[in-house]
């Protein structure tokens, strides 16, 4: 499974950012979808988890500020990113977990999105 993530960039404290990842390959169902981040130095973290059914979580920290989304007709997962401050800066991953057509279970990860707020 490929994992294909855009929409990074720098931005301004306050500002927005939407990320996208497309997931390819041989998927027969996709579980859960999740963003995850790593700011230099420090280890990865959990940013949003998204289900199936669409139920949702985040990090305390990007609570009413961050919005996770899936289209599952496209295997697609975003993440709307509001009100952006200097700490959320990292490079912001996307992992997908689920089915493959051949029966296997699968978990696989982006290759990373750099995500800059900064004046």
């Known amino acids: 499974v490929q994992l294909v993530e855009s929409g990074g960039g720098l931005v301004h404290p306050g500002g927005s950012l939407r990320l996208s990842c497309a997931a390819s390959g041989s998927i027969f169902r996709i579980n859960a979808m999740g963003w995850y981040r790593q700011a230099p130095g420090k280890q990865r973290e959990l940013v949003a988890t998204?289900?199936?059914?669409?139920?949702?979580d985040y990090a305390d920290s990007v609570k009413g500020r961050f919005t996770i989304s899936r289209d599952n007709g496209k295997n697609t997962l975003y993440l709307q990113m509001n009100s952006l401050k200097p700490e959320d800066t990292a490079v912001y991953y996307c992992?997908?977990?689920?089915?493959?057509?051949?029966?296997?279970?699968?978990?696989?990860w982006g290759q990373g999105t750099q995500v800059t707020v900064s004046s």
């Open positions: 992992m997908t977990a689920g089915q493959l057509i051949s029966g296997m279970a699968y978990e696989s």
């Open positions: 998204i289900t199936s059914g669409g139920s949702t």
